[in-house]
């Protein structure tokens, strides 16, 4: 009886060891409950495709390969590694180079699929998540793909990655080899035991990397070495800052698979960099890159009429939209002190003029974003708060934010190009009662006598008209703005760092809200370098209403509590909302081809093809 006690004692300590310095153990898949292993996973609801589905609807399955594709990037970069924070990291990188275990299909609000995972098995409480992979998946040096890909990833990018993956990936409690091909991540719960329900989806779209090829220190390094993976590209030339070419694979092994079909059409992709919007713009104009896309509504009324598109060479193309707008906004920085007071920011809100800037600029065209989830059901605008947000928002939200509350909620309107008297007399009074005074043209603090000035960083001239008009408006009621424009390296680490007063940033929008949520408005992420908490916001209700949507577990009680997040941000006045287009705008060289049928997301250059290929590979 002592033997067999001894025996046991220590295999309990090989395995205690394991979990302590690996957190990874290997069981043996006859031992596990056989549960029935899925094709795919779908944040809410069921998933459109079925097992076995030939293609995506938005792809074309018999689309020729072949022929260049040639883009259009602004900037510059100074890293081919896009998961770390080091530099600015070369355009497609994460795309073409790397792969992830599952794909995902972009006609769902987030719904993944089959990739280098054939199947998974998925907890029914989504405490666990278990992914098998594909005999057939292969780096694109030819060694397959194995668990221990997997694991060193986890850790890797748990340990060294970006601050969203260093979040994301910690949640994990452990990891265990099923089989020869089967990898489980267990989940911990949080602090009141509920567990993240997007967890599996966020592992399923982690990318491998290659163990064999990788260490830690080639990771976090900034550097140009050329990286390796597994995806349909691998990357034939750079020059730094100028250009980066990838070259298709012909042996991707990832080809054939439903995720793929139509997919990855042209042998070579070029990026190439240009210094500001104009340049790039006007070499489009000379026929040096394919596509451009548009944002600016006045560029669109008035310049693309060049010869190109009058003899029909270059195509104008609007494409619906079926996404939330996201928020693009003038974001206070409100780690400054000149930002902290709430009236200060609703101030400075009331002096934004949109209906002017909108027909003076942009022809009109343009859609004021009144919610961070706009154009979509998620927005709180119009919706009287239910029974779900109640215990999330609680009374007091009800006393002190009416109209929002009942859905009324308005940003500032401007009947005229000029600005309203009432805005500016709303705004003179918000900031007497923070404890500023018009002296002289300035308004002066009156505790230290500093008058009220902020700078607005930007990395692009296109700005320049908006935020102009903005400062021009600010100088009604004594309040001095500047633009202040630096390279895109410094506007990187200043971003990242938070070394600014006001920037104008664009937050995109999905509609599965989820984990990105933490690493834009949470508490922690406020003092986390490299986040995208760039207001600096610390709300505790906010950290509430984003746990509250990740636990959701339907449709109803998820949308609710995507509305009280998206109440909760507007109640803190922490950026001055911009606008949106209804559609996507691009204009491409005729010879391109796409899908008739376009995704929750526009048109997909991914899909594409050249018309003057007629043979298929």
């Given at each position: ?18 979990l302590?310095?690996h ?14 292993k ?64 599952l ?62 993956h ?156 079926k ?10 920085n ?55 947000e ?38 003179m ?14 308004m ?121 997040l ?8 922490y ?43």
């Open positions: 009886m002592a033997k067999i006690n001894i025996k046991k004692l220590i295999l309990l300590s090989i395995f205690t060891t394991s302590l310095f957190n990874t153990i290997t069981i043996n898949a006859k031992d596990q409950t056989e549960t029935k899925r094709h795919g996973i779908s944040m809410h609801g069921t998933l459109k495709y079925e097992n076995s589905f030939p293609n995506f609807d938005y792809a074309s399955p018999n689309a020729p390969k072949g022929g260049d594709l040639n883009l259009g990037v602004m900037g510059t970069f100074t890293n081919m590694n896009p998961l770390n924070i080091r530099g600015g990291a070369g355009a497609g990188v994460r795309g073409y180079i790397y792969e992830s275990l794909g995902r299909a972009l006609d769902e609000p987030f719904s993944l699929y089959g990739l280098i995972a054939e199947k998974i098995d998925l907890a029914e409480d989504r405490s666990y998540i278990t992914f098998y992979l594909n005999n057939s998946a292969k780096f694109s040096d030819g060694k397959q793909i194995t668990t221990e890909d997997v694991i060193f990833t986890h850790k890797l990018l748990r340990e060294n990655g970006r601050p969203n260093r979040t994301y990936y910690s949640k994990v409690s452990k990891v265990e080899k099923i089989g020869k091909n089967g990898i489980k991540f267990t989940f911990k719960p949080s602090a009141d035991g509920k567990i993240d329900r997007e967890m599996p989806l966020i592992m399923g779209l982690m990318p491998i990397l290659p163990k064999h090829a990788m260490t830690k220190e080639q990771f976090k390094a900034s550097n140009l070495k050329l990286p390796l993976g597994s995806g349909p590209y691998t990357i034939s030339e750079i020059d730094p800052g100028k250009f980066i070419t990838y070259k298709r694979n012909p042996n991707h092994w990832a080809k054939d698979l439903p995720v793929n079909k139509g997919r990855y059409n042209f042998d070579q992709i070029k990026f190439t960099y240009y210094r500001d919007a104009n340049s790039l713009f006007e070499a489009f104009k000379k026929g040096l890159h394919d596509v451009q896309y548009e944002n600016d509504p006045g560029k669109w009324s008035k310049s693309y009429n060049f010869n190109a598109i009058r003899d029909g060479r270059v195509l104008k193309k609007e494409f619906a939209l996404i939330p707008s996201g928020m693009s906004a003038l974001v206070f409100t780690r400054r002190p000149i930002f902290k007071e709430q009236d200060i920011r609703k101030a400075l809100i009331s002096m934004f003029n949109f209906e002017g800037i909108n027909r003076q600029l942009y022809h009109g065209l343009y859609s004021r974003t009144k919610s961070y989830f706009d154009r979509s059901t998620l927005s709180s605008i119009g919706v009287k708060v239910d029974d779900i109640q215990q999330i928002l609680g009374t007091k939200f009800e006393s002190e934010h009416t109209d929002l509350w009942n859905g009324d909620y308005k940003l500032p309107v401007n009947r005229s190009s000029n600005l309203s008297r009432k805005h500016i007399r709303k705004a009074k918000l900031f007497k009662k923070a404890g500023y005074k018009l002296v002289d043209g300035k002066i603090n009156q505790s230290t006598s500093e008058p009220f000035e902020f700078e607005i960083m930007t990395v692009t001239k296109s700005q320049e008209a908006l935020l102009l008009s903005y400062i021009e408006n600010l100088k009604l009621i004594g309040v001095k703005a500047i633009v202040r424009q630096v390279d895109t390296t410094q506007y990187q680490k200043r971003k990242s760092s938070f070394d600014f007063d006001m920037i104008q940033n664009n937050w995109s929008g999905s509609l599965s809200p989820g984990n990105e949520q933490l690493f834009r408005w949470s508490s922690k992420q406020a003092t986390t370098e490299g986040s995208y908490n760039f207001a600096g916001i610390k709300n505790p209700q906010i950290d509430d209403a984003i746990d509250a949507l990740l636990a959701a577990k339907d449709q109803n009680t998820f949308i609710s509590s995507v509305r009280s998206d109440r909760l941000l507007l109640a803190g006045d950026v001055i909302p911009l606008f949106h287009l209804k559609g996507q705008w691009l204009a491409h060289r005729a010879y391109l081809g796409h899908p008739e049928k376009a995704s929750f997301y526009g048109s997909l250059l991914d899909f594409w093809w050249d018309k003057r290929i007629k043979s298929k590979n």
